[in-house]
């Protein structure tokens, strides 16, 4: 890059970077708010359509999975595509399809349009990753990086939170209606802060280029344990969450839709994590927080073990801390190991990272219905572990 386009990245401080972290943030917060408002509805969505809990979240699983598999099409692309106009339709398609969601009460039909939505998604995630990439200086990334993924954390509470109060308001069409509109207030906001980029280079679509790339990131060994850190740290991350509201809607506990909701306030440590961990790396370096951020999700898992509410909730809360630094670090990481094409490494990071969702997300449904909560944790800590284990190469 030429001497002079160092003058042109945002930097910490100044008007653009602020715009454009906001406009971020709006997009991580759609993303989540859409892609993860059904994990509370969960046990409403299995008593309506007669399904198993394991099957109930497939409505979840399907939606991460198409957005994990596109991912890799939409990185690619969006070398020659470019990344604003890409993000802002994708962000819109999925509000609709949200908003479809709401007027159908088949199980089929709610399932295809999830899928869809998953799909659609995939064309924001990794873009908004290479973005702030490219157009960030380097010693502002990490806070931005940060923010970004705080704009997540904050998605993934609003967005099941407010589904958990809908839903006991006028059930789960009113709770996915809700969430799809609340993604078009999003990209609105999304599409008047971001600046246009200035340091992408469009490059021409070659398959063999494409291939290229992909494997050069896969034979990279920095590269590889970021991918498997995200596929475990995720898919530990997600089944918890998900089988948690089955727990605590049955006896002892018996708690209703709002109050489970309510429990995903705990993202809110998830929003001050991730900012704060970005800022650690340059004292501590990356290693040392991802693995404090893997240790404090492990000691959070345990609390959930035992068998009182309040356990629970600080327990969720600390797996919350815990996973959103690591996050927030281990994807800052990406961009920084990989040399070039970095939609494309910021894809295969995210493909891991929703692959660990869907499919842990949707094993994890088994052991529950079938050995019970505490083998259930048992599997996700030896996961959280691998994970730590594997960020001493960082």
């Known amino acids: 890059m030429a001497s002079n386009a160092s003058d042109t990245h945002l930097t910490r401080g100044s008007a ?21 408002c059904v994990q509370p509805l969960l046990p409403l969505l299995a008593a309506h359509f007669r399904v198993s809990a394991a099957s109930s979240s497939l409505v979840l699983s399907l939606s991460t999975l198409s957005l994990a598999l596109c991912l890799l099409l939409s990185g690619a692309l969006s070398e020659s595509w470019g990344r604003k106009a890409v993000m802002a339709a994708a962000l819109g398609l999925a509000s609709l399809l949200g908003i479809a969601c709401a007027l159908v009460d088949s199980w089929q039909v709610l399932l295809i ?9 995939s064309g924001l995630p990794a873009l908004a990753m290479a973005y702030v990439g490219e157009e960030f200086d380097p010693d502002s990334l990490p806070a931005a990086m940060g923010l970004y993924i705080g704009g997540t954390a904050l998605g993934g509470l609003l967005g099941r939170l407010l589904a958990g109060l809908l839903s006991d308001l006028g059930g789960w069409p009113l709770a996915l209606g809700g969430i799809g509109l609340l993604g078009l ?19 021409p679509l070659s398959l063999s280029g494409l291939l290229g790339n992909f494997s050069g990131h896969l034979a990279n060994p920095e590269l590889r344990g970021l991918f498997l850190m995200a596929f475990l740290l995720m898919g530990g991350f997600v089944a918890l969450f998900n089988y948690i509201g089955f727990r ?38 990356a290693r040392r927080v991802v693995q404090g951020g893997v240790g404090t999700i492990v000691i959070g898992a345990g609390l959930c073990a035992l068998p009182l509410l309040v356990t629970s909730v600080v327990g969720l809360a600390l797996v919350t801390l815990g996973f959103f630094a690591a996050h927030a670090v281990a994807s800052g990481q990406v961009g920084q190991r990989a040399k070039e094409a970095k939609a494309q490494a910021s894809a295969l990071y995210l493909c891991a990272y929703y692959l660990g969702s869907s499919l842990v997300g949707y094993a994890g449904g088994y052991v529950w219905e079938h050995a019970g909560w505490l083998p259930l944790l048992a599997v996700l800590v030896s996961l959280f572990l691998l994970a730590g284990w594997r960020a001493r190469k960082l």
């Open 16 to 36: 653009a970077y602020r715009r454009a972290t906001l406009a971020l943030f709006c997009a991580g917060f759609a993303t989540f708010a859409l892609l993860y």
């Open 113 to 121: 349009l999830r899928t869809l939505l998953g799909l659609a998604l």
């Open 185 to 203: 207030l999003a990209l609105g906001l999304f599409l008047w802060w971001l600046p246009p980029s200035r340091h992408f280079k469009a490059h």
């Open 248 to 285: 605590l809607a049955a006896p002892p506990f018996g708690l209703s839709n709002s109050l489970i909701g309510l429990l995903f306030l705990v993202y809110l440590v998830g929003i001050f994590s991730a900012g704060w961990s970005g800022r650690l790396v340059p004292r501590l370096g």
